[in-house]
């Protein structure tokens, strides 16, 4: 049997805003959420290179 | 040596500023054109990276915004990632064998880590420019936000 399932599509709108009327289970969602242990790893290996910030 | 830019008052004239980069097509031009004038309306930070020679390599724009009027789940949003057209794909030594994208994602959760210390922002907010882009983000951690065109990270 095929089970069919449902990709999101994205679309991209430049200067749009995220959404600020959230269903409970969109705020249980961000609430819930963590800190990602890979975007450390990413800023991390960023700061070892030196970029150095112009003012 | 490379260095981080926030180009302000002449520098954004749209037409000197869209000739520092190389476009795929006209729609990726007009993006940073629109960029440019969103910028001077203070409504994004854009930042470029480039490097002594003056060459610009890409750049990721920046703004504020929240999930809920209360501003309880502040975010910065990615406005735009973008990297120059030649330099698209490549690792570069002097960014750690990162690529030009990877760099300025690294830069904007660094940031992000460091604004967090003065006021209280929770997330990373963005639309991706497209399904495969959607993909890279969910290797470093980015969530789809329901059936919505955004997708957050947790600072």
Known sequence: ?55 | MFGLITPEGAELSPGSFSKRFQYANDNERQYVMKLVKLAQKDKVRIHILSDSAGNSYGLVALSFSSFDKDFKRTSIVIDYIFTSLQYRGRHFAELGEMTIFEHLLGITYQSAITIKKTIPIRFIALQPASDRLAEYYMRIDFKPFGNTDWMFLSI
Do not use: W
Not at chain 1, 20 to 38: C, E, G, R, Y
């Open chain 1, 1 to 55: 049997m095929k089970t069919e399932t449902t990709k999101h599509i994205y679309k991209f709108v430049l200067g749009a805003r995220p959404p600020m009327n959230l269903t409970a289970a969109q705020k249980k969602l961000l609430d819930s959420s963590v800190p990602s242990i890979k975007a450390h790893e990413l800023a991390a290996r960023v700061a070892k290179t030196k970029v150095v910030i112009c003012p």
